[in-house]
């Protein structure tokens, strides 16, 4: 009788400690699972030590946008200053949760943005359900990391109106041709130096609004870009926006 319980309380341990091993392997497959699912902070840029009127440290009383996607967050630098216009469009629709609406998935060369199937470019929202001028400072540019807003034609075919669509110039390079066009260019040198450092889109410089810088998160737009395409150009996997936020810095 000895022998047959001290049987039973050897099987009954070998169970426990299968079944302990079982739920081990189990939680470090979950902890595996949600580390490979996590979304870290966003990076800080580096600009490659590039200081400018456009990228520059945020300072007290500046706008900072965060947009929260579902691939990472993006922190950007708003110009209201030089972009009243845009930077009040932008924050209106952000507290509309306009944006919730949208997915990042205008894909071109040298930008990722946003967009809705379906929507035609003029009927795009603004908070004054009217397009605006385009607002252009003389010493920005479509560097890598800007927020800009992509020129639009509307019905009337009248270019050059604003939107509220936003696009980032993720561009990090000049080609050759590209090179000689901006030494040819009439702006300051400081912005010439930028572009080769880092890098944008010097085609219609002083045509599209600048409206922002990404201070952090460029990592993010990096995972984007790095999406599969579709046939249309658009990527397979769908990108949202959870929220986005505008914060003042103290």
Same mark, same amino acid.
């Given at each position: ?128 359900? /009217?397009?605006?001028? &385009? +607002?252009? *400072?003389?010493?920005? !540019? ?5 927020? $800009? ?73 990096? /995972?984007?870009?790095? &999406? +599969?395409? *579709?046939?249309?150009? !658009? ?5 949202? $926006? ?9």
């Amino acid at each position: 009788m000895k022998k047959r319980n001290f049987r039973f309380i050897l099987i009954l341990l070998a169970i426990f400690l299968i079944a302990g091993c079982g739920t081990k392997k189990n939680a470090e497959k979950d902890n595996e699972a949600k580390e490979k699912n996590k979304i870290s902070d966003p990076i800080p840029v580096d600009y490659q030590g590039v200081e400018t009127k456009q990228i520059r440290k945020p300072a007290k009383g500046d706008s900072i946008a965060t947009i929260d996607t579902s691939m990472g967050k993006i922190q950007i630098l708003l110009f209201e200053k030089e972009c009243p216009k845009a930077v009040e469009n932008f924050i209106q629709l952000a507290k509309e949760k306009y944006f919730e609406e949208l997915n990042f998935s205008s894909y071109t060369s040298v930008s990722i943005g946003i967009g809705k199937i379906g929507d035609k470019d003029y009927e795009v929202k603004t908070a004054s359900n /009217k397009n605006f001028d &385009v +607002e252009i *400072d003389p010493d920005f !540019g479509m560097l890598y990391g800007s927020l $800009i807003i992509p020129r639009r034609i509307n019905v009337s075919g009248e270019k050059g109106m604003n939107t509220g669509q936003f696009a980032i110039i993720d561009k990090n390079f000049l080609a050759d041709e590209e090179k000689q066009e901006l030494e040819g260019m009439d702006i300051n040198e400081s912005l010439k130096d930028a572009f080769l450092k880092i890098g944008g889109n010097v085609r219609n410089q002083g045509k599209i609004t600048v409206f922002g810088q990404v201070i952090k998160g460029m990592d993010t737009i990096e /995972k984007m870009r790095a &999406v +599969e395409l *579709d046939s249309f150009g !658009g990527p397979k996997k769908i990108i949202t $926006i959870n929220n986005v936020t505008v914060n003042k810095v103290e």
